[in-house]
Structure formats: C-alpha cells, structure tokens
C-alpha cells in the first residue's frame, strides 16, 4: 500500500467538496493506493502516463480528483476541482494548465 500525499492547495479544496463525495472519492484513492484502479477513475489524456481522474457526478454538479501514481513512491493528489465547464465533459484547461504546473513542482521536489 502506498502512502497517498496531497498537494496543500488540493486537499483545501477536496475539504470544500460535500461529505458524501469526499468519503466516495476516498475510498477511489485507497484502492489506488493498493495498485489497483476504482470504478470512477480513468486515465488523464495528454498528462502522461499514470495521472489519473476521479470523476464523481453528484446532484447537480461535477467533482474531480487528478492523482498521479508514478511520482517517486508515493500515490500523489494533484488537484481536486467542482468542474463547471459549459463545453460539455472536457476538462476546462485552466485546470489542465494547473495540474501541468503542479506535476512539474512535484518533479523537481523530487529530484
């Protein structure tokens, strides 16, 4: 099992998500964390391999969680955002310029 490490801005965020999808989306990142790959995630296109999303509709609106499991030994969350795009189930590329960033940051800390 690996140890599941959060990127600050990204767990202020997850915390401002409802309960219910918090535990939901929990329970995706402990069963990443043993190897495996939930339901609800999927690969992240154009990000490389081994970034993945965990997309939750609940309601009304959208959740997601961008983790990333080929980051040194750890299973690391990138980013959690409610997705309020009008262009349908793409990710908005604000968000795919943030995640980019971060995963650049997470790299060279790692170095």
């Known amino acids: 099992m690996r140890e599941i490490a959060w990127v600050r801005a990204a767990l202020k965020d997850f915390e401002a998500f409802p309960k219910a999808v918090q535990e939901r989306m929990k329970d995706a990142l402990a ?3 043993m190897g495996q790959k939930a339901d ?5 296109k154009g990000l490389g391999a081994g970034v993945l999303e965990i997309a939750l509709p609940y309601r ?3 959740y997601r969680v961008v983790y990333a499991v080929q980051l040194g030994d750890k299973l690391w969350v990138i980013h959690a955002f409610q ?3 009008t262009k349908g189930i793409a990710t908005p590329q ?3 310029d943030l995640i980019r960033y971060r995963l650049k940051r997470i790299e060279e800390m790692l170095r």
């Open 60 to 62: 009304t609106d959208a």
């Open 94 to 96: 604000k968000e795919v």
């Open 31 to 33: 069963i990443a964390s």
């Open 40 to 44: 609800i995630a999927k690969p992240m």
């Open 83 to 85: 997705k309020k795009s």
